[in-house]
């Protein structure tokens, strides 16, 4: 069993690996056809038939789910509908309409032997998937990865599993009929830890793994791959509002970053008060807090504040500083000086976002210069850190790494270059 | 002793992170200084007595090496001369020439909302090398890893480490000299195996881990890692000669991607040569190949031209074909068509550097677009795969992975971005 395992899931990336060639130089007409042609395999309103299957294949993950007592949540997560299934057909559209990233000329220089060297960005070959249950992630990345000219090799989660299989024999169906191979996406057809496990040690054959879905799986990700891994772990964000911060901007921003969609990674999940401004701020953010169900974990000094004040702040745990709690609760605390908030957030913050409020151009400089996170924004919400929102058009995820890709990934992430040498005749001396 | 070892590289990972936090916000003048502090340290015309220092540990490395028999390469490669420290301090000065690659501005772009997003070059953080025996290689990567902006974790061949545990005390030395954290450089003060791997897995101190050295060094180091590696196992370069291949040009450029510096990764280890061109060429090169004592391991096709011509070619082993020799030995085949040759080399080479040599552009516009690999060069020698013949003006190695960095890597590829976003309050709707 297990050496059949190894044996489905090699021949599956060496297909992976063989299609990536092709895809490579595919033109760009006959990947935007290939996306073209799914999204009207999507759309129930031209092929009702293939929505319909797709809702009978998803009809039986959710009674998988009901049987095994998910959440309301996580059933509304993996629940397909026609209006859901446009918005895919709607994502793939836009996708199609990105430019092709393939091919740019990145640098160009004449050596003085007379030598071209040009830098071009390409594919990065094969790409796996790794996600957990929402199966939009399927389409999604399969039109990410097709666009940049990688294959892709998906590995969805167990609950969306007759899900996922549907939407990848469209996505098959949709290459084929564009002339492009089928396998460039395929769908490891078991849910088998074990084939996860021997995906991951194919580094001759797949050249990078993302990972989406909670940190135990990117950590297993993470402590199981030979491929190389581009990841975010989490999102422990910072909003650090700055002794001379505008005090309606503060709170316009610390609520925003807050409250708007608390379970994102974006979201901020800390708030850090200069010392000179607490006694008049802190209050004011805390009733703006307060009055949106946001439950406050307080440090001695800012408990103290909200105490003479009346306000509700309860006494926090030291884990509480630096947790992603994906929810209406927030570390807060007084710092004496904007060099410990700076020290503060390189400790305890993820690297993900952190911003500061403040009127002050000087301190704003030293905060940006000297947070060493992916993202670090001045008088903005966390909230903007997101492909989208960056004008990348795209989105396949937020890095926290340092090589290759940091902050929001998009079409150009997914690529990496080559060297292509013109010479007449040079040899080294 | 575990325990201690592990407290031991932690405590040492913990101070190079904290060194790399001003590190990164370090002024250039600064860190030129280092280096030139450094190159005087090693220069013996100024300083002899940091000199004799050195050379009395290198004499301790190299009685070492004659009781363990290490062979005459070996202990030559081990072994410092005044003029090979000198070289080295010639090498730091050049680095410090370099321009900085820190805080340039890669790219900028304002949205529709007002929000300023501009992506900066900074330093990756830490970064980890794990070498072999040269010990001119602590000083080269501590003069890179310094000039980018890193904290620098040196874990160097246990051959060397009086030598390299001197040239350590040297660099940190500089360091202080010019106001920078000492801990910036250091050297991993045990050669135990043990202090390696739990190195390798101290993914939130340390960023990056570049290991140079021999092909089972770094699959142990990309096997155990959970820190990305950047990494080249091997080099096994392809030259193509086309059936429009210019004889002359052909000749000159296997000859010197084969025999100028056998040893090295960029150099050719298998030619290939097109059906219609073979009766012609091949004799020729195979002459010139054989009055420099290279060894031919031929396929079928090209043991007959050989025969005919009473040229020596033995039989070639299958392995023969995806074989990195570094010595004077060539696998030889013939080709029936340009689309076989690409496929034979996206199945054959290590994707490090490959060559076509023709006088047909349109098939060596398919050959360049078709060869999946680091770098491809038409009418060229693959020894120009190389940091200093591209004028990066350092290289730190060069990788065939396809994240970060691919080809040769200098300055700016021990470097990440982050993006630095500035805002007039925005919030997300």
Redesign the interface.
Known sequence: MSADLTKLVTDLAQRARAAS?VL??APTAAKNAALARLAVLLDSRMLPASTDALLTANQQDLAAARENQLTGAQIDRLTLSAPRIAQMAEGVRQVAALPDPVGEELER?V?PNG?E?RKIR?P??VIGIIYEARPNVTVDCAGLCLKSGNAAILRGGKESFHTNTALAALIAQALAQAGLPADAVQLIPTTDRAALTTLLKL?TLV??IIPRGGESLIRFV??NS?I???KHFKGVCFVYVDRDA?P??AE??V???KV?RPGVCNAAEQLLVHAGAADALLPRLARALLAKKVELRCDPASAAILKKHQLAGRAAQPADFSTEFLDLIMGVRVTPSLDDAIATI?RDSSAHTDAIVTRDAAA?RRF???V??????????T???DGF???LGAEIGIST????A??PMGLRELC?????????????G
């Not at 790494?401 to 290759?404: C, Q, V």
Request: neutral net charge.
């Open positions: 060639l490579a130089t220089t050596r030598l060297i390409v990065i070959g580094d050249h990078c993470a402590e030979t190389p891994v581009i505008d309606d901007m316009r921003i609520l925003n970053a708007q390189n704003a940006l210069a000297g060493d996170s992916a993202v670090v924004l001045w008088n903005a919400s909230r903007f850190n929102e960056f004008g790494d340092r090589l290759h940091r902050g990496s270059y080559k060297y292509v040498v013109t010479g007449s005749g040079q040899v080294r």
